[in-house]
C-alpha cells in the first residue's frame, strides 16, 4: 500500500509563503509523475502543479504560475510545493498524488493519478 505524507501546511498572511512537502512510501519514487491538487471548501478538488519523475518537466494552473514552484528529491522520496505570494483564494486543503502514467509525462488530469495523501490545510487570511 503506497502511503503519501503532506506536511507544512499552516495560516499565512496574504503575500505570505509556504513550502508543503511530501513523503511517499512508493518505491523507485523517481519512476513516477507526482502533482499537487488542492480543494477549497464547496468547490471541486482542482489541478495545482505537476511534475515528471525527474522533475525537469513541470506544469502549473494558471492561477498558480509565476507563484508556486513544484520541485522533488527522489533520494528522499519527497515531493515539494513552494508557494510565494498566498492570496486568500489560495486557502484550501493540498493533496499531493503519485501517478502510474508514464514518468516522462506529467499530469493536469486527477484521474491520471492513482495514489493520494490525506491532504494539509493552507488558510491564508485578507
Known amino acids: 500500500q503506497v502511503q503519501l505524507v503532506e506536511s507544512g501546511g499552516g495560516l499565512v498572511q496574504t503575500g505570505g509563503s509556504l513550502r508543503l512537502s511530501c513523503v511517499s512510501s512508493?518505491?523507485?519514487?523517481?519512476?513516477?509523475?507526482m502533482g499537487w491538487f488542492r480543494q477549497a471548501p464547496g468547490k471541486e478538488r482542482e489541478f495545482v502543479a505537476a511534475?515528471?519523475?525527474?522533475?525537469?518537466?513541470?506544469y502549473y494552473a494558471d492561477s498558480v504560475k509565476g507563484r508556486f514552484a513544484i520541485s522533488r528529491d527522489n533520494a528522499k522520496n519527497s515531493l515539494f510545493l513552494l508557494m510565494n505570494n498566498l492570496k486568500p483564494e489560495d486557502t484550501a486543503v493540498y493533496y499531493c498524488?503519485?501517478?502510474?502514467?508514464?514518468?516522462?509525462?506529467?499530469?493536469?488530469?486527477?484521474?491520471?493519478?492513482?495514489?493520494w495523501g490525506q491532504g494539509t490545510q493552507v488558510t491564508v487570511s485578507s
Open positions: 511534475c515528471t519523475g525527474t522533475g525537469e518537466i513541470t
Open positions: 498524488a503519485s501517478s502510474s502514467g508514464a514518468p516522462y509525462r506529467a499530469y493536469r488530469s486527477g484521474s491520471e493519478y492513482h495514489h
Open positions: 512508493r518505491r523507485s519514487f523517481s519512476e513516477y509523475s
